[in-house]
C-alpha cells in the first residue's frame, strides 16, 4: 500500500532560519513525488514536483531513495512561507489520471 | 489561468439529506477528482474521473457516488448525509494528455460541509 507520512503536524520557525519539513513514503515502485502548499484563505497549489529538480521561493527537495524521504527545505525562513504544507506521492496512472496519496499535512509557522 | 469552481463556499446539511456539491473547470482536463480535508488526516481521494462517464473509486469512497455526464463538470454525491461526513470538500482537476504540466492537480477553493 502507498503511504505518505509527514511526521510533524506543526513547526515553527523564526524568521531567517533553516526549515525542514519532513516526508518519509512508502510504495514499492519508483514514486513521483511532490509537495502542495495551501497559504491562507487560498487554495491548494503545487509548490514543487522532484522530477523538476527545481527550486521555488527558495524551496527544494531531494527524493532520497534509499531513506525513503523526500524532505522540504528552505535555507532562510520568511514570513510569508507560513502556510500548510503537503507532500503528495502518485502511485498509480489509469489513462492519464495521476492520482496522488497525500500525508497529513504540516503547518509551518514563521515567527517574525 | 485555469479556473476550477465549486457550487457552495459554505453548505449545512441534515442528518439523511441527499447532498450534490458541483465542481466545474474551464482548462478542457480530461481528469477530475474529489477529497476531503481533515485536520491531522490530511487530504483523501474519495472518486476521481478520467473521461466523461468514467468514473474510479480512491481511497475512501463509502457514503459517496460521483457523476460525470459533461467533460467540464464533476458532480459528488451524498446519499444519505452523515454527521461523520461533515468536512472540508476540495476538487481537482489535471490535464490527462501528458502535454499540460506534468499531471499537476488544480484545486477549487473547497466546499465546507456541516452535517447536522
Known amino acids: 500500500a502507498q503511504r505518505v507520512t509527514q511526521p510533524e503536524k506543526l513547526l515553527s520557525v523564526f524568521k531567517g532560519a533553516p526549515v525542514e519539513l519532513k516526508c518519509n513514503y512508502s510504495?514499492?515502485?519508483?514514486?513521483?513525488l511532490f509537495w502542495y502548499v495551501q497559504y491562507s484563505r487560498q487554495r491548494l497549489q503545487l509548490l514543487l514536483r522532484?522530477?523538476s529538480r527545481e527550486s521555488i521561493k527558495g524551496f527544494t527537495a531531494d527524493l532520497n531513495k534509499g531513506e525513503t524521504s523526500f524532505h522540504l527545505k528552505k535555507p532562510f525562513a520568511q514570513e510569508e512561507d507560513s502556510a500548510m504544507y503537503y507532500c503528495?506521492?502518485?502511485?498509480?496512472?489509469?489513462?492519464?489520471?495521476?492520482?496522488?496519496?497525500f500525508g497529513q499535512g504540516t503547518r509551518l509557522t514563521i515567527n517574525p | 489561468d485555469v479556473k476550477v469552481t465549486q457550487s457552495s463556499r459554505y453548505l449545512v446539511k441534515r442528518t439523511g439529506e441527499k447532498v450534490f456539491l458541483e465542481c466545474v473547470q474551464d482548462?478542457?482536463?480530461?481528469?477530475m477528482f474529489w477529497y476531503r480535508q481533515d485536520p491531522g488526516l490530511g487530504l483523501r481521494l474519495i472518486y476521481f474521473?478520467?473521461?466523461?462517464?468514467?468514473?474510479e473509486k480512491g481511497d475512501i469512497p463509502e457514503g459517496y457516488s460521483v457523476s460525470r455526464e459533461k467533460k467540464e463538470r464533476f458532480s459528488l454525491i451524498l446519499e444519505s448525509a452523515s454527521t461523520n461526513q461533515t468536512s472540508m470538500y476540495l476538487c481537482?482537476?489535471?490535464?490527462?494528455?501528458?502535454?499540460?504540466?506534468?499531471?499537476?492537480?488544480?484545486f477549487g477553493p473547497g466546499t465546507r460541509l456541516t452535517v447536522t
Open positions: 482548462m478542457d482536463h480530461e481528469n
Open positions: 474521473s478520467y473521461d466523461v462517464k468514467m468514473k
Open positions: 481537482a482537476s489535471s490535464d490527462g494528455t501528458g502535454l499540460g504540466p506534468l499531471y499537476e492537480q488544480y
Open positions: 510504495y514499492s515502485g519508483s514514486p513521483e
Open positions: 503528495a506521492l502518485s502511485p498509480l496512472i489509469i489513462q492519464g489520471a495521476q492520482k496522488l496519496v
Open positions: 522532484h522530477i
